[in-house]
């Protein structure tokens, strides 16, 4: 049983083009995030949403679009992409208990912009 | 603004030796969740320490809280080849309801 699952595991497109992540968990969490992780594995988070409400949005690029349909989903829209926004996305969960409780990564999509 | 640093970047050392990762944050806080990440694979939960002295140990890692100090240190004992990782630190940003993690340690263990 996959806990934190996305989807595509790789992501190979042109620049300009529009692209989606999709993310899914079933570990019944609340709070659900978007991290971007680069080629010196630097990581960092850039949104949040706790029961489809976005909670985290750090100084991102307003080509990349979150949307959440439900608490168990978090999916990431790009649009017109560029060469800097190759690197790995993570998406992580986890419950909502007064403060943050720990975080469940899913495998990650490494997307690549020619 | 809450800025998470770990040292040393790299680290390679031999099998059955022994060392020790620091993370050093720069706001108070009193959560810190250590994770392993393997190449080309997600981070995995490995500790998190809830106040200060908090130790956990999980057979050759131990880490450990001083929330006085804002430092947390990862001890890898007798080291061995499966413990070649990259391990990050983060931090729970109070109040911004976000981790900040650290750059990450890459640690390889060589037979």
């Known amino acids: 049983d996959t806990a934190v699952s996305q989807t595509p595991k790789y992501l190979v497109t042109q620049m300009g083009n529009d692209k989606s992540i999709k993310c899914e968990q079933n570990?019944?969490?609340?709070?659900m995030y978007w991290y971007k992780q680069d080629s010196k594995k630097f990581l960092k988070i850039m949104f949040s949403?706790?029961?489809?409400?976005?909670?985290i949005n750090e100084t991102v690029p307003n080509r990349f679009s979150p949307k959440s349909p439900d608490k168990a989903h978090l999916n990431l829209h790009i649009n017109s992409l560029e060469l800097g926004d190759s690197a790995v996305y993570f998406c992580?969960?986890?419950?909502?208990?007064?403060?943050?409780?720990?975080?469940?990564f899913g495998p990650g999509t490494r997307l690549t912009v020619l | 603004e809450l800025k998470v640093e770990q040292n040393p970047l790299f680290l390679s050392m031999q099998e059955g030796k022994n060392y020790t990762i620091y993370c050093n944050y720069s706001?108070?806080?009193?959560?810190l969740y250590w994770y392993r990440q393997d190449p080309g694979k997600s981070l995995e939960s490995l500790f998190v320490?809830?106040?200060?002295?908090a130790v956990k140990q999980e057979g050759r890692l131990m880490a450990s809280l001083d929330t006085k100090a804002r430092l947390s240190t990862l001890h890898i004992t007798a080291a061995v080849h499966d413990l070649s990782a990259t391990y990050f630190c983060?931090?729970?940003?109070?109040?911004?309801?976000?981790?900040?993690f650290g750059q990450g340690t890459r640690l390889t263990i060589n037979p």
């Open positions: 992580a969960s986890s419950r909502t208990s007064g403060g943050i409780d720990t975080q469940y």
């Open positions: 570990l019944g969490h609340d709070t």
């Open positions: 949403y706790n029961n489809k409400e976005l909670i």
């Open positions: 706001t108070t806080s009193d959560r």
């Open positions: 320490l809830l106040s200060n002295g």
């Open positions: 983060a931090v729970d940003s109070q109040g911004a309801q976000k981790l900040v």
